[in-house]
């Protein structure tokens, strides 16, 4: 089975400076038949469901900010937020995908707090 | 709009079982596969059990393989989980949410793109 991580579990930045997430997956998530990552990212803010951010480990979903950024290939991708907002405080997880068996695979969370 | 709302949780005795529901609305429901995706108080985010858009295929996590069943109705827009023998690690808030399916080259990655708020279900003697 795949194993996500995340680091760190939580951190505090002030307003408008860089936020960076990372996640590792115990197997490399990507696809040799398209060459895309299978790996999400969501934002989870307090008393609501999560919010899919990115998908492709670099595909931002329709609406989502620009400041919003996801790289990394294989079993190391990074989720940047480019200018903390205050509405950007939240628990943000990394999520993969494996088609045979279908199954989804979680991060454990990174908390974001203003500093 | 698009929206997804659970229904059907509520507090059981270990060993007990419990229905949960999903109605969908905004979207056509069987275009799409679906997912119950749980979370402990407090917790991460885990993936339960899915099913595609006509109900041939499912799939369940280890730690509910056995106990649990999801199945849909198309006609209904409706997605369910029957839950039995219930365990206090089961305790937790149930997400229905939806299958995105964000195909490249023949190959589909899924991830869940709609979520609805979630029933609680709370599993204590």
């Known amino acids: 089975d795949i194993v996500m991580t995340q680091s760190p579990d939580s951190l505090a930045v002030s307003l408008g400076e860089r936020a960076t997430i990372n996640c590792k997956s115990s197997?490399?998530?990507?696809?040799?038949?398209?060459?895309?990552?299978?790996l999400a990212w969501y934002q989870q803010k307090p008393g609501q469901p999560p919010k899919l951010l990115i998908y492709?480990?670099?595909t931002r979903e329709s609406g989502v900010p620009d400041r919003f950024s996801g790289s990394g290939s294989g079993t190391d991708f990074t989720l940047t937020i480019s200018s903390l907002q205050a509405e950007d405080v939240a628990v943000y997880y990394c999520?993969?995908?494996?088609?045979?068996?279908?199954?989804?695979?979680f991060g454990p969370g990174t908390k974001v707090d203003i500093k | 709009e698009v929206q997804l709302v659970e229904s059907g949780g509520g507090v059981v005795r270990p060993g007990g079982s419990l229905r949960l529901s999903c109605a969908a609305s905004g979207f056509t429901f069987d275009d799409y596969g679906m997912s119950w995706v749980r979370q402990a108080p407090g917790k991460g985010l885990e993936w339960v059990s899915g099913?595609?858009?006509?109900?041939?295929?499912?799939g369940y996590a280890d730690s509910v393989k056995g106990r649990f069943t999801i199945s849909r109705d198309n006609a209904k827009n409706s997605l369910y989980l029957q839950m039995n023998s219930l365990r206090a690690e089961d305790t937790a808030l149930y997400h229905c949410?939806?299958?995105?399916?964000?195909?490249?080259?023949?190959?589909?990655?899924?991830?869940?793109?709609?979520w609805g708020q979630g029933t609680m279900v709370t599993v204590s003697s």
């Open positions: 999520q993969q995908y494996y088609s045979t068996p279908p199954t989804f695979t």
């Open positions: 099913i595609n858009w006509n109900g041939g295929s499912t």
């Open positions: 492709w480990a670099s």
């Open positions: 949410a939806r299958d995105g399916e964000y195909c490249s080259g023949g190959s589909c990655f899924r991830a869940f793109d709609i």
């Open positions: 197997q490399s998530v990507l696809y040799s038949s398209n060459n895309k990552n299978y």
